[in-house]
């Protein structure tokens, strides 16, 4: 698992197979591109020096959290441009899998490149599923 910050965004901080699945479209492409290769997860630390954590979102007052992933460095700043810390995590399939598993209870959704241009959701159990593929 490598982090960076959005001031160091090399090739290490996106996946251009996650990219290129989500422009087709293809759950089984994406579901290969999280198998083989990694996926930019975004981090929220809060300034006293603590383990950064990963960033999850609400919507509005809803129980459940969508976590949101990310082809690249860049289409997570797309998404915060106000922002000027976009501070992230390259995941591998490992990585991904047990956050899932560790917090499935809580969330309701998985989101990808939110900010476009090619957004695609799955839900979690349906995430883990094609991690678990072997």
């Known amino acids: 698992m490598d982090s960076s910050s959005s001031s160091a965004q090399s090739v290490e901080f996106s996946s251009p197979l996650l990219a290129q699945a989500l422009e087709t479209g293809d759950p089984v492409a994406v579901a290969l591109a999280l198998r083989n290769d990694r996926v930019i997860v975004p981090m929220l630390t809060d300034g006293d020096g603590s383990e950064p954590q990963v960033r999850v979102f609400r919507r509005g007052e809803a129980d459940k959290y969508m976590l949101l992933l990310f082809s690249s460095v860049d289409t997570y700043v797309a998404m915060l441009p106000e922002e000027n810390d976009h501070q992230v995590v390259a995941y591998y399939s490992d990585d991904l899998r047990g956050f899932l598993e560790t917090n499935r209870g809580v969330l309701e959704s998985v989101w990808f490149d ?20 072997s």
């Open 114 to 133: 939110v900010a476009g241009p090619h957004t695609m959701q799955a839900s979690p159990d349906d995430i883990l599923d094609a991690l678990k593929l």
